[in-house]
């Protein structure tokens, strides 16, 4: 169930009448989370949490300090206040710290809120996994994954007159179908519960892991592939970290210094926080407009996006795209977009005469950051295909590959676009993506797992 | 439990972030109708502890519409117990003047180096008290404390971005005091790692898919022994509970006992009593005292990281491994302090005296291992050349693969006690909703043979 904006507001309020500097900004955070996990065709975890998260930042002149509580009483949300304006006093200058953002008006936009989500039961949680468990053992295989609920309120006020409020619900279902030799996923998101389709994501692992049993060796080298969207979601996530005023002024940007250039194939990656597909919100965690940019444009680097230090810092002007304020992600794109192309993905699959098709990624990282290249694993249904077919599952390989550099042999783009999520950060559900299939010329796979 | 943790970062001569949080709440685990349910709340009221109460029973309830059999634990005596991690200088009790101050001298030293674009010292303090009470008896209260951090240099040029840090990237965390901190000497170090940042950029590049001898440094060695062998020894992934997320492993039960792991070097222990280690305390979250034992034992596969209800199931009883990230998450099998215990090669030089030809390989800077742990890849932030017995050119960007029992199997000498290090993991992500765990990782240098390199696009 959520709060509402009354009661995150006075917690707001009381927060900045407590605290004692030039400028204080109080950031609620609501959560009520639950999740029902299961595995081995049972539900095994099965929890429910219930979370209020008050972020203080006080600041006197160049001088600035950050509490944070979860104890939200009278007397919790007076020490933290209190306690943020007494370190404040003490902390040495940050000579480059320009002020916390002024007001600006919040445009609307698509409500990411829906009541029945919120109001989702622990048994409505187990009805869906029983049905996907059942599905699974009807053909043989064992089940894994969770069906979620979350309820997330956020609300940012500041001494300057910042206000802004806004609720949203998410729903999840992780599906991993298992059999005795190979494994396949399928998930899917909503913010209506009452329109999560627990099903397709069943079937979409259950019919693919019935394909994957008995992977064969292939030799890893350089392949055509055909990404399915989790996989896709994987390489916007990584260069969309890239997309920030930070990752250039840290000169770990692939595209420093090369705004109006080049930098991939003809992809298009936007931040919409309006795409009402999404999981829209019409302000940032500085309580800054929200601000739809596009980042890539058929393959020339256009934007990157701020939180108001690193504008600053930078000499632009923030984009509304900041995070709660810390020192090592302050701002990132959270509303992707990878533009839809015009293929099916059985076409994309047609379209390649000799490749691989990945279901997702797994334990990527970079091994250098400016060139974008990752490190990691297919997992959960890896496939050869061959004259335009998917022909037999193979091991899983490891790639060592640079993802913008991949982008840049497009060869086709999905046609429907998988609403994504990732997992919590920063104690919030703050960054998803809609992403297509995509069909690339080359993918550089460096070894190969026994399995 | 409460968690008083704080964060500072001093950047680039500015102070970058100063962050403190405090968490206080409650979580309730309750078996009904044979299965498990879990509910947690910030709001430490009677009215609120029963709502969450009841509400962990609805849920255990619901999880019981696909129950296959009852939860069954393995036996547990209920202890009345306190407990306080032990340390010599408390850093809370500290004036910020004191900690701040380390990192600002610190920061100031790696900037005398020309050629460095961005610098970091970064320390965290972090205290967690807990109280764990059951049905069955138990009432132990325990305070935990850590203390980490460490500085690091970045330098860019020539589309390179090169990075060294000290102790271990930014995030070298023991359970201590803050005299972890002013005893690894970072001010010192700053000169040193800031000139390795600026040299690497004209470094020679490792060389390119080969195979050659490989010497990890000891902090390197710890996080692979954390990701090939402390995660597939949980017990919980070898029996599927983790399948869909942190994934299986290699290591199955049948094989508990008889796997030839790694080489007769190899032993790793199990060790939950280890001063410093991350994952020391005197109860787990299930309420089991801290235990120690055998992981890896002269390269066999003999033991798992257990719960009482995963340890049940092979007949076994808990070894004390369950932790929970902060009150509103539901305890699971962690690691608690997983170490690959000390050989008889000497010192690193001895080791490097005794190397014909290879590369050591020290600080990580990227890691990733499959689903069921065996292909790994890491790549370090420095390298060296072994020749002849002696430190060469330095390296940039070196990175080494595997699979993770042939790589052991490789492992031919490991340092003696004199360069054994408690390491700590304080960012082990797991289970779903995500939980961070702080694990220990003691570890020396140690040598491998015919390992596969410079594996970079």
Redesign the interface.
């Known amino acids: 169930m959520e709060l509402g904006e009354k009661a995150l507001r006075a917690i707001a309020e009381k927060a900045l009448r407590a605290a004692r500097g030039d400028q204080v900004e109080a950031v609620v955070i609501a959560r009520n989370d639950s999740l029902t996990r299961f595995a081995n065709a049972a539900i095994h975890q099965n929890v429910s949490s219930r979370v209020i998260d008050l972020r203080v930042r006080v600041v006197k002149g160049k001088r600035v300090a950050t509490l944070a509580t979860d104890r939200i009483d009278e007397e919790g949300i007076r020490a933290v206040a209190e306690q943020a304006s007494a370190l404040c006093a003490i902390v040495p200058e940050n000579p480059d710290f320009g002020g916390l953002p002024e007001p600006a008006p919040i445009p609307s936009a698509p409500s990411a809120f829906v009541d029945g989500t919120a109001r989702a039961t622990p048994r409505d949680r187990a009805l869906a996994v029983k049905q996907v468990c059942d599905a699974a053992r009807g053909k043989g295989l064992r089940a894994a994954g969770f069906v979620s609920t979350n309820v997330q309120e956020l609300a940012v006020a500041s001494s300057l007159g910042i206000w802004a409020y806004g609720p949203q619900t998410t729903c999840e279902v992780q599906v991993a179908a298992i059999g005795d030799a190979g494994s396949a996923f399928g998930q899917r998101v909503s913010t209506d519960f009452a329109t999560l389709d627990v099903r397709a994501a069943s079937d979409e692992a259950i019919r693919k892991a019935l394909l994957a049993q008995g992977p064969r060796d292939l030799a890893p080298g350089d392949h055509e592939v055909v990404l399915e969207p989790y996989a896709v979601y994987d390489i916007v996530g990584f260069l969309c970290g890239q997309l920030t005023g930070l990752a250039v002024e840290e000169g770990r940007s692939f595209v420093g210094g090369r705004l109006g250039q080049q930098v991939t194939g003809p992809v298009t990656i936007v931040d919409d926080p309006f795409d009402r597909a999404g999981l829209p919100r019409a302000f940032d965690f500085e309580g800054r407009p929200s601000q739809a940019l596009t980042l890539i444009d058929t393959g020339v680097a256009r934007a990157i996006v701020y939180d108001s230090a690193t504008a600053r810092r930078a000499g632009a002007r923030p984009t509304g795209h900041a995070l709660p304020a810390n020192a090592f992600m302050p701002a990132a794109p959270m509303h992707r977009r990878l533009e839809a192309g015009t293929r099916s993905r059985d076409e994309l699959i047609k379209d390649c005469r000799r490749g691989v098709l990945v279901t997702r990624f797994w334990y990527t990282r970079w091994v250098h950051q400016l060139r974008t290249i990752v490190t990691g694993m297919t997992r959960d249904g890896t496939f050869a295909i061959v004259d335009g077919e998917i022909a037999y599952p193979v091991k899983n390989f490891r790639f060592t590959q640079s993802y913008h550099e991949a982008l840049q042999g497009v060869r086709g783009i999905g046609s429907e676009l998988s609403l994504l999520v990732a997992g919590e950060a920063f104690g919030l559900q703050a960054i998803s993506a809609r992403v297509p299939a995509l069909h690339l010329a080359s993918f550089t796979f460096t070894g190969a797992t026994q399995y | 439990m409460r968690r008083d943790t704080e964060h500072a970062?001093v950047?680039n001569a500015?102070?970058?972030?100063?962050?403190?949080?405090?968490?206080?709440?409650f979580?309730v685990r309750a078996i009904a109708d044979g299965?498990?349910?879990?509910?947690?709340?910030?709001?430490t009221t009677a009215a609120e502890a029963d709502r969450v109460a009841a509400?962990a029973v609805?849920?255990?309830?619901?999880?019981a519409?696909?129950?296959?059999a009852d939860v069954r634990l393995s036996p547990v005596k209920p202890a009345q117990a306190t407990y306080a991690s032990p340390m010599r200088v408390d850093p809370f009790a500290l004036s910020?003047?004191e900690r701040?101050g380390l990192m600002?001298a610190a920061e100031a030293k790696l900037r005398e180096q020309k050629g460095v674009?961005?610098t970091r010292a970064v320390y965290d303090i972090w205290r967690e008290e807990k109280l764990f009470r059951s049905s069955e008896g138990a009432d132990i209260a325990q305070t935990l404390t850590e203390v980490g951090g460490g500085i690091a240099a970045?330098a860019?040029g020539d589309?390179?971005?090169q990075i060294r840090s000290y102790p271990d990237g930014v995030r070298c965390q023991n359970q201590a005091g803050w005299e972890f901190l002013t005893d690894w000497d970072l001010v010192g170090n700053a000169p040193r790692v800031a000139e390795e940042a600026v040299a690497l950029l004209s470094a020679k590049a490792c060389p390119r898919d080969t195979r050659t001898t490989v010497i990890l440094a000891g902090n390197q060695l710890s996080l692979q022994c954390h990701e090939s062998c402390g995660h597939p020894i949980e017990l919980d992934r070898a029996?599927?509970?983790?399948?869909?997320?942190a994934?299986t492993s290699?290591l199955t039960p049948d094989r508990r006992g008889s796997f030839r792991y790694g080489s007769d070097q190899i032993n790793i222990r199990i060790d939950s009593t280890s001063r410093g280690g991350l994952g020391t305390f005197a109860y787990d979250d299930e309420g089991v005292p801290a235990s120690e034992g055998w992981a890896i034992d002269h390269g066999i596969f003999v033991g798992y990281l257990m719960s009482r209800e995963s340890s049940a199931a092979l007949g076994l009883t808990s070894n004390g491994t369950m932790r929970a990230d902060g009150w509103?998450?539901?305890p699971?099998i962690r690691m608690t302090n997983v170490s690959v215990m000390p050989g008889s090669a000497g010192t690193l030089d001895d080791l490097i005296s005794d190397t014909d030809q290879g590369i050591l390989m020290d600080t990580n800077?990227?890691?990733?291992?499959?689903?069921?742990r065996?292909?790994f890849?890491f790549?370090t932030e420095i390298g060296w050349e072994i020749r002849k017995g002696k430190r060469g050119a330095m390296l940039r960007?070196p990175?080494y693969?595997g699979?993770t029992p042939e790589f052991w199997g490789s492992c031919d000498a490991v340092c003696s006690e004199s360069e054994w290090v408690m390491w700590g993991t304080p960012n082990c992500g797991k289970?779903?909703?995500?939980q961070s765990a702080h694990t220990g990782h003691g570890a020396a240098p140690a040598r491998f043979r015919d390992v596969r390199v410079g594996?970079?696009?």
């Open positions: 970062l950047k500015r102070i970058e972030s100063v962050d403190r949080e405090a968490s206080f709440g979580g299965a498990w349910g879990f509910a947690a709340s910030q709001v509400l609805e849920i255990a309830r619901a999880s519409l696909t129950k296959i910020f003047d701040i600002i674009r961005t970045e860019t589309g390179e971005l029996l599927g509970s983790e399948a869909a997320f994934g290699f509103a998450r539901v699971i800077r990227s890691w990733s291992i499959d689903d069921r065996l292909n890849q790549g960007n990175t693969t699979i289970g779903q909703p995500g594996v970079i696009a």
